[in-house]
């Protein structure tokens, strides 16, 4: 059983992933778990505190996942379907990516988070960039921009997952995987 702490955090991360920072607050986690705002606030004084926690989360599964195909004789389709495999079973149908959530509200963001989402998003950037810089193994191919055409497209499909309630995760990577074979 999760400890109150952990379950916070869960259901903080859920809110990111369905409204975005800015639009939830104590009043809704307290509810949720039948208790007064003071014992939330026992486990985290400010709600910038709690987005910290979320972010630690979101970083100890990017390293997870990292660590998982670092050895991995994958190919690179193989790789980028893990990954949204991976990401995608950390939240619910038709919720966003949690770091894409927070993005879109990074003007709102505490500085301190707005630091750790920027560390956190150049760290995704670069598990990607690495998938194919090691699955290529050509210099001449610019990676880094293939992994930010990969990033945008999976998690642009996350979006439109989410407005048209269909799942586009696998057209996304079949179109992915038609412009790398390439």
Do not use: W
């Amino acid at each position: 059983m999760e400890n109150r702490k952990t379950q916070i955090i869960n259901l903080a991360s859920s809110l990111i992933r369905k409204k975005g920072y800015s639009s939830f607050s104590y009043d809704e986690i307290s509810k949720h778990f039948g208790v007064t705002k003071a014992s939330i606030h026992y486990h985290f004084e400010k709600k910038e505190d709690l987005g910290l926690a979320v972010l630690d989360q979101l970083n100890r599964g990017l390293i997870s996942f990292k660590s998982s195909i670092q050895q991995s004789s994958q190919s690179i389709e193989e790789k980028l379907i893990q990954y949204c495999a991976d990401q995608s079973r950390r939240f619910a149908e038709y919720d966003i990516c949690p770091t894409s959530s927070l993005q879109a509200d990074y003007e709102l963001l505490p500085e301190s988070m707005k630091i750790k989402l920027q560390e956190i998003s150049e760290f995704e950037l670069s598990i990607i960039d690495d998938i194919f810089a090691k699955g290529t193994g050509d210099p001449a191919i610019n990676t880094r921009a293939l992994a930010i055409t990969v990033l945008s497209a999976i998690k642009g499909a996350l979006q439109y997952n989410r407005a048209m309630h269909v799942d586009f995760i696998p057209d996304i990577m079949y179109g992915i995987n038609r412009l790398l074979k390439n």
